[in-house]
């Protein structure tokens, strides 16, 4: 990032994104982050997204998840971003990126309908193969500013019940999921993903809830940020929201920590 770039996505002179609860503090952001996208995560079980699977509909997902917290919430980031060296792909790019992939999707055999009725008739391992290269397009298009790995599984569930799957993502660890992203971005393929996906389709690991920390684990590695070809003027605050207050009573350190921010 060059000294004169100004990230439009986050509050001036700080690291912190401008969010709608103009929560300057970044520990307390995430604390109410994970709050807020942990609620509308089980909201998105009940009450779930229709129509196409698009762009439309990721970006949807991704609204859905962070409405209550950012105001860009699923709009596709307009400045570019790395993180360790890895670069993701270009801003100005990415709904060309997206239009390749999702008429990839169509193609395979993870949509019924989609190449004729196919529900709760694809293979374990064809749904490991395929669903383990949707997620190195999508983890390598990184659409959003922040939450694209939330974003990411919670598209994939949404494609896996067209089969009549559940994926229990806490069945893997932090750290071999963290690696998996690592080794598929730098190989430029989905093979480091199929271990994680294998162990996603199997039942949940005893003791653990549906939706437990694990589904939101991210990485400490900080987000490089510089500017795009163009972008339009970041938005403004909105207004300070607190839609769920008792979610906020509930915070802990524990709850804190647990969650990581990902950046």
Same mark, same amino acid.
């Given at each position: 990032?060059?000294?004169?770039?100004?990230?439009?996505?986050?509050?001036?002179?700080?690291?912190?994104?401008? +969010?709608?609860?103009?929560?300057?503090?970044?520990?307390?952001?995430?604390?109410?982050?994970?709050?807020?996208?942990?609620?509308?995560?089980?909201?998105? =079980?009940?009450?779930?997204?229709?129509?196409?699977?698009?762009?439309?509909?990721?970006?949807?997902?991704?609204?859905?998840?962070? $409405?209550?917290?950012?105001?860009?919430?699923?709009?596709?980031?307009?400045?570019?971003?790395?993180?360790?060296?890895?670069?993701?792909?270009?801003?100005?790019?990415?709904?060309?990126?997206?239009?390749?992939?999702?008429?990839?999707?169509?193609?395979?055999?993870? =949509?019924?309908?989609?190449?004729?009725?196919?529900? +709760?008739?694809?293979?374990?391992?064809?749904?490991?193969? $395929?669903?383990?290269?949707?997620?190195?397009?999508?983890?390598?298009?990184?659409?959003?500013?922040?939450? +694209?790995?939330?974003? $990411?599984?919670?598209?994939?569930?949404?494609?896996?019940?067209?089969?009549?799957?559940?994926?229990?993502?806490?069945?893997?660890?932090?750290?071999?999921?963290?690696?998996?992203?690592?080794?598929?971005?730098?190989?430029?393929?989905?093979?480091?993903?199929?271990?994680?996906?294998?162990?996603?389709?199997?039942?949940?690991?005893?003791?653990?809830?549906?939706?437990?920390?694990?589904?939101?684990?991210?990485?400490?590695?900080?987000?490089?940020?510089?500017?795009?070809?163009?972008?339009?003027?970041?938005?403004?605050?909105?207004?300070?929201?607190?839609?769920?207050?008792?979610?906020?009573?509930? +915070?802990?350190?524990?709850?804190?920590?647990?969650?990581?921010?990902?950046?």
């Amino acid at each position: 990032m060059t000294d004169s770039f100004v990230d439009p996505y986050t509050y001036p002179n700080s690291t912190t994104l401008r +969010n709608l609860l103009n929560e300057h503090d970044p520990e307390r952001l995430l604390a109410a982050e994970y709050e807020f996208t942990l609620y509308r995560r089980r909201e998105l =079980l009940t009450h779930p997204i229709k129509g196409d699977f698009g762009l439309k509909r990721l970006r949807e997902t991704h609204s859905r998840l962070f $409405q209550d917290v950012y105001p860009w919430a699923g709009a596709i980031r307009t400045v570019n971003i790395s993180k360790g060296g890895s670069h993701f792909h270009t801003a100005s790019l990415i709904g060309v990126a997206a239009e390749d992939t999702f008429a990839w999707l169509k193609k395979t055999d993870l =949509l019924p309908g989609s190449r004729g009725p196919r529900k +709760n008739t694809l293979d374990d391992q064809s749904f490991v193969e $395929q669903s383990s290269d949707l997620l190195e397009r999508l983890n390598y298009i990184h659409p959003f500013r922040e939450g +694209n790995g939330r974003t $990411q599984r919670a598209f994939l569930d949404q494609v896996a019940a067209q089969s009549g799957r559940t994926l229990a993502w806490r069945n893997v660890s932090r750290i071999d999921h963290l690696r998996a992203s690592i080794d598929a971005f730098n190989q430029a393929n989905s093979g480091p993903f199929h271990a994680v996906m294998l162990q996603v389709i199997q039942p949940p690991l005893d003791g653990l809830s549906l939706l437990d920390d694990e589904l939101y684990e991210v990485s400490n590695a900080s987000l490089t940020v510089s500017p795009a070809d163009a972008h339009p003027a970041s938005p403004g605050l909105a207004e300070r929201m607190r839609k769920f207050p008792e979610l906020f009573a509930s +915070n802990t350190d524990e709850t804190q920590s647990s969650a990581e921010p990902e950046r």
